[in-house]
């Protein structure tokens, strides 16, 4: 199992891109953990070393300019009864989730920011909506998506 796992963390470790808009990696891994029964195990270290493969990814992303061009992927899953180390496993992508909404708010935000203001002489009420449409749009996208 650590030789499956670790061949799974050197595979999306790299940049393997998106296939019909949908990440490669994000469904890679999804699909191993289910093959493998991960979210119905008592005990599984899997979990541990994805967090820990993402957050050094989050944090390389926190340095990026283009961090705003994220697709969100939008497949259905099927329902699995989870154990704890999935059910912790998700409030830790959650965090993640998080985390990068704050990112994307930031840099979306100094972009914006700069480029209107060189651009055109807008009125703060006018940036401020432009901002909150703009995220009021990124919430409806990546938080409640139906599927």
Not at 87 to 109: C, R
Request: hydrophobic share 40%; charged share 20%.
């Amino acid at each position: 199992m650590k030789e499956n796992v670790d061949s799974l963390i050197n595979c999306v470790m790299k940049n393997i891109g998106f296939h019909h808009g949908k990440p490669i990696a994000a469904f890679t891994i999804y699909k191993c953990l289910l093959h493998w029964k991960s979210f119905e195990a008592e005990w599984t270290s899997v979990f541990d070393r994805l967090i820990q493969m993402i957050g050094s990814a989050i944090e390389g992303f926190r340095s990026s300019p283009s961090s705003a061009n994220l697709p969100t992927p939008s497949e259905v899953v099927r329902k699995v009864e989870a154990k704890y180390p999935a059910l912790l496993f998700k409030q830790q992508l959650t965090t993640y989730v998080e985390k990068i909404y704050g990112i994307l708010w930031d840099n979306l935000k100094k972009e914006l920011a700069s480029f209107i203001s060189l651009c055109i002489q807008v009125p703060p009420v006018l940036v401020q909506k432009i901002f909150s449409q703009t995220f009021s749009y990124i919430n409806v996208q990546l938080f409640n998506r139906t599927g």
